[in-house]
């Protein structure tokens, strides 16, 4: 259950950078973009798998380019279901998807929730140092 919601704590901070930073993405309350980042986190889940694998050509031409349309239809997708958040148009959408991508990898580096517990990166215990030799 913490994981589920550091997860959803994050996509909400991620959601509230994208609203701050994209002009034409707009939330009314909090109560919004609590609901908007849950419903995305929702809908990434299990339509975005869907809509990934019916994807593949375009991805594989584009090189891996399409993924972000995918994600921009996700957050459009959002802005159609829940009343209070609204995103303007693709194009604000494509950056915003873009921007909530990168603060949800910069926050979820963060931490390792595999075992429900919160615990940074660098200093987590599973994690060993190598022991190795350079060959020359």
């Known amino acids: ?4 919601l550091i997860r959803w704590l994050v996509t909400t901070i991620a959601v ?4 701050k930073l994209i002009p034409g993405i707009h939330c009314n309350s909090a109560g919004a973009l609590l609901g908007a980042s849950l419903l995305l986190g929702i809908v990434n ?7 990934l694998l019916l994807s593949i050509p375009f ?4 090189m891996g380019l399409f993924i972000l349309v995918v994600n921009a239809l996700m957050l ?3 802005a159609q279901i829940v009343p209070s ?3 303007d148009g693709f194009w604000n959408a494509f950056f ?3 921007v909530i991508s990168l603060v949800s990898w910069i926050l ?5 929730t595999s075992d429900g517990k919160i615990h940074t990166i660098t200093h987590h215990p599973s994690i060993k140092k190598a022991d190795a030799r350079v060959i020359e």
Request: charged share 10%; hydrophobic share 65%.
């Open 108 to 112: 979820s580096s963060f931490f390792r």
């Open 1 to 4: 259950m913490t994981a589920f």
């Open 45 to 51: 889940a299990f339509v975005r798998p869907i809509l």
């Open 16 to 19: 509230f950078a994208a609203e």
């Open 85 to 87: 958040f609204s995103v």
């Open 76 to 78: 459009m997708l959002v």
């Open 59 to 62: 991805i594989i031409v584009t």
């Open 96 to 98: 915003g998807s873009i």
